[in-house]
């Protein structure tokens, strides 16, 4: 007990220090631990990429391999940022609007690929879509496969996006689009769309970003068979088994300015999303 109430005294001392620094030493603390964290290990990724200048930055990305892998990953990444835009929104109207037994338990499992460590999921997915699937439907090795694991790791993003908006949407809208005769359709897209637009749009692009980043799920259901079923995450790690480090680097490189590209994107989403609402 006397353990515990140092440890709180020692917090509430370090709050207070904080406080009298004002928001410079806040600040300075984000800031520092934003490098430590984020900054520096991108900006040495960025630096080994470039070690051998230009030309053997866009030499490696470009290799039949990492090409591939990039254009399989770029490409399986839209797809799926696009269907989960699509059916998050419709589960996340689901959970909002519709009333069920088990709804709780759906909302709960909405969350389970957050919390699923995503090289478990590929092994659950490998026995539901694998060579011995319970269900008759092998997807194992294939690019179908390596689409419903992206899709499995990326559905929360969406849902959870849209739901809070759509929570907070006011109904009041709808109704009276309804009294003057709009029907469900029309009320949904000239009412409901425009103001879940912009949610829909940064969680498929958070969809997109983690996609493009995945590796557990993948590993497994797509066999990593280069010019076919291996995504860069993959290609980044055979790579560096093989002791390419700089190569490596170059194609993470490529997908950190894919995302960045794409969180900018959001940024300005967000920003549209905020003047008109």
Do not use: C
């Not at 835009?85 to 109207?93: C, K, P, R």
């Not at 912009?198 to 068979?225: H, Q, W």
């Amino acid at each position: 007990m006397s353990a515990l109430a140092t440890t709180s005294g020692k917090a509430g001392r370090a709050a207070a220090a904080i406080a009298r620094g004002g928001p410079g030493l806040g600040l300075g603390m984000g800031v520092i631990y934003l490098s430590l964290i984020v900054l520096f290990p991108l900006a040495a990724v960025v630096w080994t990429a470039g070690e051998r200048g230009w030309q053997g930055f866009w030499g490696a990305i470009t290799t039949p391999d990492s090409w591939a892998a990039l254009m399989l990953t770029l490409g399986a990444s839209a797809i799926v940022a696009l269907i989960n835009v699509v059916m998050g929104t419709v589960i996340a109207w689901v959970l909002v609007r519709d009333n069920f037994p088990g709804k709780s338990i759906v909302d709960t499992l909405i969350d389970l690929p957050f919390a699923l460590p995503t090289i478990v999921a590929g092994l659950v997915l490998l026995a539901i879509y694998g060579t011995n699937s319970p269900l008759g439907i092998n997807l194992a090795y294939t690019r179908a496969g390596v689409i419903v694991a992206l899709l499995f790791v990326t559905l929360p993003f969406v849902v959870r996006t849209v739901q809070p908006v759509l929570a907070e949407l006011d109904t009041d809208m709808e109704q009276a689009a309804h009294s003057l005769g709009a029907s469900p359709g029309v009320t949904f897209r000239r009412v409901v769309l425009p103001n879940l637009l912009p949610a829909m749009l940064s969680g498929g692009g958070l969809a997109f970003t983690r996609a493009i980043a995945e590796f557990g799920s993948t590993v497994l259901l797509s066999g990593n068979l280069p010019f076919h079923t291996q995504v860069a995450a993959v290609n980044i790690f055979a790579r560096i088994e093989s002791g390419d480090t700089t190569a490596a680097a170059a194609v993470a490189t490529a997908l950190l300015i894919v995302s960045f590209v794409v969180l900018v994107l959001l940024d300005l989403v967000q920003r549209w999303g905020s003047r008109r609402g």
